[in-house]
């Protein structure tokens, strides 16, 4: 299995410009989740999803969004991206009801926004 | 709401000494207790984990113990070394749809 997988790994753009951050997992997990990690501030949630067409906010939501059309894949859209959008994100994923609440991290995507 | 709160680092330790990071957390349930880690420019990876009250979570020499009276998971290791080096990040998960963070501790083990 290769678990979660992130693409891009390194991205730059512009103020302004939109784009969309790739995750997918083939672990048949139900739960999915996008974090940002910025320093000294720990992850903070951004969006999860707990199965195909259903997501959900987390803490940090303004500015993205996502959607679930498959189990696999869960895509982060950032729509008009900002200085304050630089940070390096993480997709996660975790079984569904039931299992331990442990989660899997893919290996990040770190953006830059000038 | 749920949060977590670590001890700032960053935390300068040599080969072999003891490592004690300390967690404390605040939650409306019986959240489950993780330890993650994250070495130079890689992702998280699940350190150890505990599911209830007094459960030791342990691995690679690391423990934790879940204290449901002081509401603590202190993170420690008799000996480090220099692989060790890392940061270490407590988080706990009430609802299981997401794990809430702590700031993350950075540990550098020298020779």
């Known amino acids: 299995n290769a678990g979660v997988t992130q693409t891009p790994k390194f991205q730059v753009l512009k103020t302004g410009q939109s784009m969309t951050l790739q995750c997918a997992q083939d672990m048949n997990h139900e739960y999915m989740s996008w974090y940002r990690q910025d320093p000294g501030m720990g992850l903070r949630l951004i969006h999860y999803?707990?199965?195909?067409?259903?997501?959900d906010q987390g803490e940090v939501p303004n500015g993205y969004n996502v959607s679930r059309s498959t189990t696999e894949d869960f895509p982060l859209r950032l729509l008009s991206a900002a200085p304050s959008q630089t940070s390096v994100y993480f997709c996660?994923?975790?079984?569904?009801?039931?299992?331990?609440?442990?989660?899997?991290f893919g290996p990040g995507t770190r953006l830059t926004v000038t | 709401g749920d949060s977590v709160t670590q001890m700032e680092g960053p935390v300068t330790l040599s080969e072999e000494a003891c490592l004690t990071i300390?967690?404390?957390?605040?939650?409306?349930?019986?959240?489950?207790l993780f330890w993650y880690v994250q070495y130079p420019g890689e992702g998280l990876q699940l350190l150890l984990k505990a599911t209830k009250a007094d459960d030791k979570g342990s691995n690679k020499g690391f423990e934790a113990t879940y204290r449901k009276e002081t509401t603590s998971f202190h993170l420690e290791k008799g000996s480090v070394q220099v692989s060790d080096s890392a940061v270490y990040f407590c988080a706990l998960s009430d609802s299981g749809y997401a794990l809430n963070f702590g700031k993350g501790t950075s540990l550098l083990v020298t020779p």
């Open positions: 999803s707990v199965g195909a067409g259903i997501t």
């Open positions: 300390n967690c404390t957390y605040t939650a409306t349930g019986y959240p489950s």
């Open positions: 996660a994923s975790r079984p569904g009801q039931g299992a331990s609440y442990e989660q899997y």
